[in-house]
């Protein structure tokens, strides 16, 4: 076929592909969940406790998805030493819609123009909470494709997720996560091992495009969630037990086959639950469990239960979050950092869980892991996967690189201003009445930003939005308790100067 290149010119698949760099941000603003407790007039801990959040991160009239997605690809860019000729991929997942036709990937092109670099494939995905998810998977797919160049892949997810005023509202937050994809990833894929469920429901969804907040089934979404947390852990399971099979084992897999577990977390609260209800799963899946000794004692009682019909039993629930505590606090709890202190992110929030489950354990602590993936968006979309983590975690690996970049995660959170809740609420009502409103001039201050974050400088009567970067300065550093430079001058290339992928004639290098 004209075109192609035969069969024997290939070079080597690309092995371990999966996440190289990882690049958070966070709104510089945050609203405390006891004091909002307080201004709502609800009981104590409803909101600290119910729902297991302490911290809401919210963004000003001066963001919006384009400028979140654009400040999280510029700092992975600069915090990792990359050109922007060494991308040739990049996708976007997010829910948080302000036009129709124009996507925000052609928006984040901007960041590649004094490159020169036109030539980058990807767009946008959407599904709730599921579009950084399919937006990850298309990268990863891309690099082990025919269609891969050599270079690296880019996915940026990022949403704001508002809500009316309510009982809803204190379940908000914002952010964005860049991912950096290749071969020869510290946080590889493991091939062939994810399960996905997709069903229609009206669980949550946004109908009105003229306002940012959704239509929510409370009761129905947290069944949607759960449902498919257990048909995706099923199928999880048969395709790993159909590995091992392969491979001459017959072990029966279980949640201890997991080093860790990250989930997407609406609230705190909802992943020890799903954590607990995968537990369930393992105690009603097992030919004969032990109910005198280890995690599943004294749960007889329950041997016989259905697990379509326990989503909101009382009974189940307490029991099997208590029999899951040891695990709870092991494999997932340190997950929840992010989430606990920001919010729900929608499409980031569960690669803010993987980020915070990185930044509070040490390359050691990590090297060789397996760590289970649950993902979901409502309506609804959801998989369960897992990435293995490199054994090499000495000084200067790349697993030693990814832990060192998230290690002032805690710093970061903690350097974010706290406004009162009357404060929120103003805010909220000001991007209730200015939402897709043109000819519009934000009226919050820049000063009140993180140094380096792109914002927004007015939408003109066309509707088009036009962006400045405010001054990039220091950052904290939690390895010198010190600071460091937001920009990096040295520039890695990308991943084809070390392995070609397909040789201009059998055998033959690349020059480069």
């Known amino acids: 076929m004209p075109g192609s290149a035969p069969i024997s010119g290939l070079g080597p698949w690309p092995k371990d592909v999966g996440i190289i760099a990882l690049e958070l941000y966070l709104p510089s603003q945050y609203v405390d969940q006891t004091?909002?407790?307080?201004?709502?007039?609800?009981?104590?801990?409803?909101?600290?406790?119910?729902?297991?959040?302490?911290?809401?991160?919210?963004?000003?009239?001066?963001?919006?998805?384009?400028?979140?997605?654009?400040?999280?690809?510029?700092?992975?860019?600069?915090?990792?030493?990359?050109?922007?000729?060494?991308?040739?991929?990049?996708?976007?997942?997010?829910?948080?819609?302000?036009?129709?036709?124009?996507?925000?990937?052609?928006?984040?092109?901007?960041l590649f123009e004094d490159s020169g670099n036109t030539d980058v494939e990807g767009i946008d995905t959407t599904n709730a909470c599921y579009g950084g998810t399919a937006a990850l998977f298309n990268a990863v797919n891309w690099v082990e494709s025919s269609s891969w160049d050599g270079r690296y892949a880019v996915v940026v997810a990022g949403d704001i997720a508002v809500y009316a005023s309510g009982s809803?509202?204190?379940t908000g937050g914002a952010g964005a996560v860049a991912m950096l994809v290749g071969p020869n990833a510290p946080l590889a894929f493991e091939q062939g091992l994810r399960g996905t469920h997709m069903q229609h429901a009206y669980d949550f969804y946004k109908p009105d495009l003229m306002s940012e907040y959704p239509v929510v089934d409370g009761?129905?979404?947290?069944?949607?969630?759960?449902?498919?947390?257990?048909?995706?852990?099923?199928?999880?399971?048969?395709?790993?037990?159909?590995?091992?099979?392969?491979?001459?084992?017959?072990?029966r897999f279980s949640?201890?086959?997991?080093?860790?577990?990250?989930?997407?977390?609406?609230?705190?609260?909802?992943?020890?639950?799903?954590?607990?209800?995968?537990?369930?799963?393992?105690?009603?899946?097992h030919p004969n469990p032990n109910t005198e000794t280890g995690p599943f004692t004294g749960l007889d009682a329950f041997r016989d239960v259905k697990p379509e019909e326990t989503y909101f039993d009382r009974d189940v629930e307490k029991a099997f979050l208590k029999a899951s505590t040891d695990m709870f606090e092991k494999k997932t709890k340190h997950s929840l950092l992010v989430s606990n202190q920001n919010g729900n992110m929608y499409t980031p929030s569960v690669y803010g869980c993987l980020a915070s489950l990185i930044a509070t354990h040490s390359a050691s602590?990590?090297?060789?892991q397996r760590v289970g993936v649950f993902s979901y968006g409502s309506g609804f979309a959801a998989t369960l996967y897992s990435i293995r983590v490199t054994q090499d975690h000495t000084p200067g690996s790349a697993l030693d690189k990814l832990v060192s970049s998230l290690s002032d995660l805690k710093l970061r959170l903690d350097s974010r201003q706290k406004v009162s809740p009357p404060v929120?609420?103003?805010?909220?009502?000001?991007?209730?009445?200015?939402?897709?409103?043109?000819?519009?001039?934000?009226?919050?201050?820049?000063?009140?930003?993180?140094?380096?974050t792109w914002y927004l400088t007015r939408v003109d009567e066309k509707h088009r939005r036009e962006y400045a970067r405010s001054a990039p300065g220091i950052e904290l550093s939690a390895e010198s308790e010190g600071v460091r430079s937001t920009t990096a001058t040295e520039h890695i290339p990308s991943p084809a100067k070390k392995m070609p992928r397909i040789p201009a004639t059998p055998g033959a290098p690349i020059s480069n």
């Open 35 to 110: 004091e909002l407790e307080q201004e709502d007039g609800v009981a104590p801990g409803k909101y600290t406790v119910g729902l297991g959040q302490d911290r809401m991160g919210f963004c000003s009239d001066l963001e919006d998805i384009n400028s979140l997605c654009l400040t999280a690809v510029q700092k992975l860019m600069e915090r990792n030493g990359l050109s922007y000729d060494s991308v040739g991929r990049l996708e976007v997942g997010t829910e948080t819609i302000i036009d129709k036709s124009k996507s925000v990937k052609t928006v984040l092109m901007q």
């Open 365 to 368: 602590q990590i090297a060789g």
């Open 219 to 251: 009761k129905l979404s947290i069944e949607c969630y759960l449902s498919a947390l257990d048909r995706c852990y099923a199928v999880y399971r048969n395709k790993i037990h159909a590995q091992w099979q392969k491979e001459g084992s017959e072990e």
């Open 168 to 170: 809803a509202r204190p």
């Open 255 to 285: 949640l201890e086959d997991f080093g860790y577990l990250v989930f997407h977390s609406p609230y705190c609260k909802l992943v020890q639950k799903s954590l607990a209800r995968l537990m369930l799963n393992d105690f009603l899946l």
């Open 424 to 452: 929120f609420s103003e805010c909220m009502k000001l991007r209730q009445e200015t939402h897709h409103l043109a000819p519009y001039v934000p009226s919050s201050s820049v000063e009140d930003l993180f140094p380096g």
